[in-house]
């Protein structure tokens, strides 16, 4: 199931603590059963769906700079 398929009527979206006041902001919903899902907050219609364990590496390797 992509995003298009899911129902985020009840997502709670989050702007990252990281983002400038400027609109360049990531926003992500992480109340959603087994599902983190990611989107760009001034457009928010294309989303990245990541299982919770994806969304932790990620985190982690944002986090250590091995981007």
Do not use: I, Y
């Amino acid at each position: 199931m992509d995003t298009h398929d899911m129902d985020l009527s009840r997502a709670v979206w989050r702007t990252s603590s990281r983002s400038n006041n400027g609109g360049n902001c990531v926003e992500t919903a992480t109340n959603l059963p087994g599902v983190v899902v990611v989107r760009d907050s001034k457009n928010p219609g294309p989303m990245l769906r990541l299982t919770p364990q994806q969304w932790r590496h990620l985190v982690a390797r944002v986090k250590g700079h091995h981007f």
